[in-house]
Nanobody, 126 residues
């Protein structure tokens, strides 16, 4: 049984930082691209960042470029999202996801991912 468990969310003031973690089990982690998505109230789930299964490439949505960093530790079967200079518009539930893309590269659609975590709330106050 595949499980993705996020942690590290919370309440932070604008300009602050948080580090999200997503621990995976039940899958060959090193074969999966891992992504972070977020969903704000009343909005669709949107792509935030992705790291390839090799860890060699990372991709970011424009609103988070230069502020967020995705990384992975295949030995620990964990993917991270370091979020700096947080803004109120970053407030959302953050989800990690794993997928085996048909090609090596960026995957921004939710349909490209096979497994999802339960989400962790990030709230940024102004």
């Amino acid at each position: 049984q595949v499980q993705l468990v996020e942690s590290g969310g919370g309440l932070v003031q604008a300009g602050g930082s948080l580090r999200l973690s997503c621990a995976a089990s039940g899958l060959t982690f090193s074969s999966y691209d891992m992504g972070w998505f977020r969903q704000a109230p009343g909005k669709e789930r949107e792509f935030v960042a992705q790291i390839t299964y090799t860890g060699g490439h990372a991709y970011y949505a424009e609103p988070v470029k230069g502020r967020f960093t995705i990384s992975r530790d295949n030995a620990k079967m964990t993917v991270y999202l370091q979020m700096n200079n947080l803004k109120p518009e970053d407030t959302a539930v953050y989800y990690c996801a794993g997928g085996r893309g048909r090609y090596y590269g960026v995957h921004t659609k939710t349909s490209e991912y096979d497994y999802w975590g339960q989400g962790t709330q990030v709230t940024v106050s102004s």
